[in-house]
């Protein structure tokens, strides 16, 4: 009986796309869509440039499924990809750092309870906050939170050491609680 896809790990799935099974893929894009176009999402300052992005992030793993060795963990493959793709799009000079975008987190046409208007308040102070992280800070922690890897997993995605990832962590975690005291009341 045939193993169900969703017990079927990342590496297993890749392997079978390797030798043509596309259900594989769409498991793979299915498990991973989210959580990588928030990470690509968060990185970029425009939605349409984002998912350009992600798109050819997509077309990369499509394109190095041959190349991918069945050793290799798929996750931190994954990102790595997406990490040089947003990379090569910064050197293209098109952009270098996270802007917030127009659009309101909740609506103000309406009266809110004041609870609600807090978490407005904290959730777009959050993303200035993150905008205002370095973009290895920012990647290290949008790694972590967004995509789940461990340190050792962003130490291989970002081409750095354990040590400096955890740095990274501390300094961006340390920004982020200190903007955002009194939001969690």
């Known amino acids: 009986m045939a193993e169900s896809m969703n017990n079927t790990s990342d590496e297993k799935l890749m392997t079978r796309y390797r030798t043509g099974d596309t259900a594989a893929f769409d498991s793979l894009y299915g498990r991973h869509r989210g959580p990588l176009f928030r990470y ?32 290799t963990r798929f996750q931190p493959w994954l990102y790595r990809i997406a990490h040089n793709r947003i990379i090569d799009h910064w050197r293209a000079g098109r952009e270098n750092h996270l802007q917030i975008e127009d659009e309101a987190v909740i609506p103000l046409d309406r009266p809110w309870p004041d609870a609600v208007m807090l978490i407005r308040e904290c959730v777009e102070r959050l993303f200035k906050l993150l905008a205002g992280l370095s973009e290895p ?15 050792e997993q962003i130490a291989e995605v970002t081409g750095t050491g354990y040590e400096t990832v955890k740095s990274r962590l501390r300094y961006a975690l340390r920004r982020l609680r200190t903007g955002l005291e009194g939001c969690d009341e």
């Open 40 to 71: 690509v999402q968060r990185q970029c300052s425009n939605h349409a440039v984002a998912e350009e992005l992600y798109q050819d992030v997509w077309m990369r793993v499509i394109r190095a499924r041959e190349q991918w060795q069945p050793g």
């Open 137 to 151: 800070q920012r990647s290290a922690f949008l790694l972590k939170e967004e995509a789940g890897l461990s340190l």
